[in-house]
């Protein structure tokens, strides 16, 4: 039974679900507008992400000071240009939301978007910074999965090296750990739920804190 629920989920839109994952359906016309978004234009707008962002796309690790705690804030360098376009538009209108992005996505349009989208994904993904914990674990599930819990491998998604796939799953390699762990703790609570088909939400609900953590330090440090 359950795992007929979790093939429906992968299949079929999950119509439990009065309000849909995102708004965004990727007619010919929103594939349009992304692959000919304008890089110079995005360019310039990306300015304006920089303080946060980092002046190459690459993120910040969470940082706590003696009178605040920094978030962690992820990578857009090197992501594919539909997922950063999706991610824009869910924030713009309210199917994901988070304090900061959301007034930001709001202030773009959807060609600012799609400009942005282009701009951060011609630029060189994040550098892999490696550590040395035992990360076996982690590697098993992103190559095999784990059939007791019928969770699919990672990599049949984000791809042998975590380089995303079309239109929608994310690149992972060298992004920012606190920020990964933090979007599948919000997966698992149901916090972030913009994901089309629940397919994020239906793998971390069944992932232990301890799991996550490893798989963000593997994929942080995947080259
Ligand atoms: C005040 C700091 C700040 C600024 C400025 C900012 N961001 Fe963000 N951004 C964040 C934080 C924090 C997150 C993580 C939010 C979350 O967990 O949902 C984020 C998340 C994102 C995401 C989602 C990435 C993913 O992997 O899902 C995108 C896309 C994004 N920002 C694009 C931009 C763009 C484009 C700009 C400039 C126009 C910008 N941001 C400016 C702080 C900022
Ligand atoms: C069935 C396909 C599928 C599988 C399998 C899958 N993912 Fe995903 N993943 C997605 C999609 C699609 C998204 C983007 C959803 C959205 O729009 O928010 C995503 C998003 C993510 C994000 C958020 C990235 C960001 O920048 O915010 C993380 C982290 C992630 N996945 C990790 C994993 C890990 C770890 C595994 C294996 C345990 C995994 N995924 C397996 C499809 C998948």
């Keep these: 039974m359950k795992r007929m629920l979790l093939l429906l989920a992968f299949i079929a839109p999950v119509v439990v679900n009065a309000e849909p994952a995102s708004q965004i359906a990727w007619t010919p016309e929103v594939l349009n507008r992304v692959k000919n978004g304008d890089i110079n234009k995005g360019k310039e707008l990306a300015d304006s992400c920089k303080s946060c962002h980092g002046d190459k796309g690459q993120g910040m690790k969470e940082e706590t000071r003696d009178d605040e705690t920094l978030p962690a804030i992820p990578a857009l360098a090197g992501q594919l240009g539909t997922y950063t376009y999706k991610q824009l538009r869910d924030y713009s209108n309210g199917s994901r ?3 900061q992005m959301t007034g930001i996505a709001k202030g773009l349009s959807e060609q600012d978007a799609a400009d942005l989208a282009v701009w951060f ?13 035992n990360l076996a674990r ?5 190559e095999q999965g784990d059939g007791k ?27 920012q750990a606190d920020y990964f762990a933090r979007a599948l703790l919000d997966y698992k609570n149901g916090r972030r739920h913009n994901d089309i088909y629940s397919r994020m939400r239906l793998i971390a ?9 490893e798989l963000a330090q593997y994929y942080q440090q995947l080259k």
């Design 121 to 133: 994904s011609s630029l060189a993904p994040p550098e892999n910074k490696s550590g040395s914990q």
């Design 138 to 142: 982690a590697e098993k599930m992103v």
């Design 205 to 213: 609900q069944q992932l232990s804190d301890e799991e996550i953590k």
């Design 149 to 175: 819990r019928i969770l699919p491998p990672c990599f049949v998604c984000h791809g042998g090296k975590g380089q995303g796939e079309k239109q929608d799953i994310p690149a992972l390699a060298g992004q």
């Design 97 to 99: 939301s988070h304090d």
